[in-house]
């Protein structure tokens, strides 16, 4: 993402969400991945594809559709009128890593000798740069500069030495050292598999004769199929037409879920390994109303993640819960490419004030995250315009200090506000009255107790070792 881009959204971004469908009774999968993904959108509006097969047509036979965009910009009547098949595996992408270029969309799809192996990633592995040169030194030339490949060129590489595809996959990620939740479509079973640190989400749903693989459990409930289960942290799942086989050899209980996606990432109707999205949220904004209160008249919640936190705050405050913003549900990818758009009016676009609601008041506004502190500055100056008299910030994480190395966009050291300020610093650039964040010993209450997370944009304790390429500096 270029710098002004960045200034505009001045947000974190997931990477992807991924989706795979396999139908044992033949019954033709491609809406179900369509609605399905549609419900994934918000885990990335850059690009997106599905692809589909028949299990009982010929090995290797895949169709496929995949371009720049949202899915309803990409995924056309025309562009999917002949993709027919029983099968099937989808992606939304943003690109946090591996440049933003039609030739990094996904699923990607690889021809071998085994015949073909259409795989959709969320995360990001560390160690790519390590196995992608042990395979360009054997000869392998690489097409697209993300990690996916790298995962891909390695279970075709198991494979040949393999019994069963799901059996490469777990050969493969012994190697692998990140995030990564991976849906793998082979040409006769449909294959799930979660990092052994269960970083992103990823859980298995039924709807009649179909299985079901989705990022997250909202993309379940849109299309009418029942949630089975989560995948485990290490558990490699395998769909063929005889039911479901599970590999767990690689789980362990040293778990380290991104916990960003409960605070931010995640639709809050979604549940991640049993716990709700939405309920975390609440927990998230009763915790800021302990531990930071303030006198107020309206506590407001900037869209969308920022509602459910300040509804709690709300809850265990007793100040009523007030809707502030409006929010234009329509600017997509297109808002952010014009670089010339004028910077001011970025977030007015976005985001308008209803005075109704704050004019004359002490409001407390709760978001989720600072990043830059742009964004949070303007919002804070749109409330006070439409009348609010004093603005009190409350935020459901801790601060920003350091970059992610697994799949999403936390900027590195000096672009993150927090940094190099302190709170009260802080409190000034963004003309609040008052600031505060949930403190990192809560962290674990909004999930609850026993839940492995990572928490190492905020406490620089990374879970695995570090990419080759951050510098010491880079790791302090
Ligand atoms: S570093 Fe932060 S954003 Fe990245 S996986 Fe860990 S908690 Fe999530």
Redesign the pocket.
Known sequence: MNKENSYITDE?HEECGVLGVYDLDGNDVLSTLYYGLFALQHRGQESCGIAVSDTNGPKGKVLSCKGMGLISEVCTDESLENLKGNIGVGHVRYSGAGENSIHNTQPLVLNYIKGTLCIAQNGSIINTEELREELEYTGAIFQTTIDTEVIAYHIARERLTSKTVEEAVTKAMKKLVG?YSLVIMSPRKLIGARDPFG??PLCIGRKGSSYILASETAALNAVDAEFVRDVLPGEVVMINKDGIYSDTSLCTNNH?R????YIY?ARPDSHIDGVSVYNSRIMAGRILAQTNPVEADVVVGVPDSGNAAALGYALESGIPFGMAFVKNSYVGRTFIKPKQAARTSSVRIKLNVLPEVVEGKRVVMIDDSIVRGTTCAKIVKMLKKAGATEVHVRISSPP?L???????D?PTGDQLIARNNTIDQIRQMIGADSLGYLALDRLNDIIGKGMG??????TGN??TKLPKCVSKEEKK
Request: a negative charge; glycine letters at 4%; aromatic letters at 38%.
């Open positions: 974190i995030a970083f992103h380290a991104c916990i960003f996606e990432f920003f350091y970059p992610c190395y697994y799949g999403t936390v997370y990572c928490d190492a944009c905020f990374y879970p």
